[in-house]
């Protein structure tokens, strides 16, 4: 399959681009259910797929992957958290939020869970990070990710409890919470209120 993999440059691909990669023979889905058949092209869900182990020459992004399974969405909550180093476990639920429905995907290279947030609080504190020259996928800034966690945690009554939370529940790096930006945690604060509001004058009496 040298001209599926030559002409892909990235290893996430979807059914149009394979299909137009196909396109020299006479029924492109046939060749594809082959190529599922053989695993050398895997079927992350309907439409989507990365190449199997045979043909990946590297492997495949999954934060870009989550971002295409179900959308509108960007990653946050314990993954960002963990990819950004504030936390010292590995997560391995790719955890996103959507302004859509709640869903989750067991698929073959990973789970992908989505919760859902209120479309008004949704837009903020979205970034685009370039994971390389390839990849530039949609996720919380660090203060969005803590913020959306508070956001579907339990009740949070005073910063006795939010110190509580973030260390020993959450086991946060106590280094890098400081170096977040107050400014941006007000803000996120005025639109999501409740816990968000206890941990930004949590967050101030630490600076």
């Keep these: 399959m040298l ?9 996430e691909f979807d059914y149009n681009f394979i299909k137009h990669a196909l396109n020299r023979y006479k029924n492109p889905r ?23 182990p045979k043909l990946a020459r590297k492997p495949f992004s999954k934060e870009t992957l989550a971002n295409l399974i179900y959308g509108p969405s960007y990653i946050s909550l314990e993954y960002a958290l963990s990819f950004y180093g504030l936390i010292p476990e590995r997560v ?3 955890t996103s939020v ?5 869903k989750l995907f067991n698929t073959p290279v990973g789970i992908f869970s989505y919760k859902y947030i209120n479309p008004s609080i949704y837009p903020y504190g979205i970034t685009s990070y370039g994971v ?9 800034t660090k203060e969005k990710a803590l913020s ?3 956001y579907f945690s339990d009740k949070i009554s005073n910063e006795v409890q939010m110190e509580k939370y973030l260390f020993d529940d959450l086991r946060l790096n106590r280094k890098e919470l ?3 930006n107050l400014r941006k945690v007000k803000k996120l604060a005025g ?11 949590f967050l101030r009496s630490m600076k």
């Design 132 to 140: 390389d020259k390839h990849h530039s996928i949609l996720i919380a």
């Design 30 to 52: 046939v060749k594809i259910n082959n190529l599922l058949k053989k695993g050398e092209i895997i079927r992350v869900k309907k439409g989507l797929y990365v190449f199997g």
């Design 191 to 201: 639109l999501y209120m409740h816990n968000v509001s206890i941990f930004s004058n």
């Design 178 to 180: 400081i170096n977040f």
């Design 98 to 102: 959507t302004n859509k429905r709640k």
């Design 92 to 94: 391995e639920t790719i």
């Design 3 to 11: 001209t599926l993999r030559n002409t892909a440059l990235i290893e």
């Design 148 to 150: 959306d966690i508070l």
